[in-house]
């Protein structure tokens, strides 16, 4: 397997995750052919640290670093609540309101753990309501959400959309079963339909501001075609990093579309 690399500065990497690759080896995780971080080690051909995480059932932008010191300061950012982080879901439903954030606290890993802050800002995007008939509805209405995490909690956004009754379509483990099989029988969709979409973050070295974009695969990008759904424009909103006047913003998205 190819990874697709978004962006190499030298010091940081992008790939853009396929759904239902392994990061790396984890207890949660059972054995795997392959994993990212080795993937990206032989293709890349030097040593690799990560980060952040992705979900196994996640796509979309993962970093990485040269060095453990690169991979420390980019940590220090995501642990300081600095990088802004967008991702694209389909729901279940229509989230209303249209805009808004679930402020819900979360366990982590194991769900008997203690509860933490946890914060999830939300968009409905665009809207479909498909003539398809499952339980007492003849119809399904469904939405593409736009998700900023403000906190990193585990399955966060899977778990904040589920707790506001609009679950992920394709999540086996918070979502719905009948709405999941729906969408494998009639939209040949087999994945979880969550992208890591786009990251901006402050470069550690450089102290440029980065905005980073990861294109979706062509089983989401069929969904969008087939809904008619378009994804909007890149914004910043104040509380971003670029909201600091000495960092220099790049001037547009980096993408490998």
Known sequence: MTLEIVYDDGDLIAVNKPAGLVVHRSSYVGPSEAYLVDLLREQLGGPISLAHRLDRATSGLLLACRSSAMAAAMGEQFMDREVRKQYLAVTRGWPDPAEGEIDYPLPGARETGPRREARTGYQRLAEVEVPIA????????????????????????????????????????????????????????????????????????????????????????????????????????????????????????????
């Open 134 to 257: 499952l339980g007492r509805y003849p119809q399904q209405r469904y939405a593409l959400v736009l998700a900023s995490p403000h906190t990193g909690r585990f399955h966060q956004i899977r778990k904040h959309l589920a707790h506001i009754h609009h679950p992920i379509i394709g999540d086996s483990q918070h979502g719905r079963g009948d709405h999941n099989r729906l969408y494998k029988q009639y939209f040949q969709c087999h994945r979880m339909l969550l992208h890591a979409w786009r990251l901006q973050f402050r470069h550690p070295l450089q102290q440029q501001l980065i905005q980073l974009e990861a294109p979706l695969d062509d089983e989401f990008s069929a969904l969008l075609q087939r809904f008619e759904w378009s994804l909007p424009a890149a914004t910043m909103d104040p509380c971003s990093p670029s909201a600091d006047p000495s960092i220099s913003p790049s001037p547009n998205w980096s993408s490998a579309s």
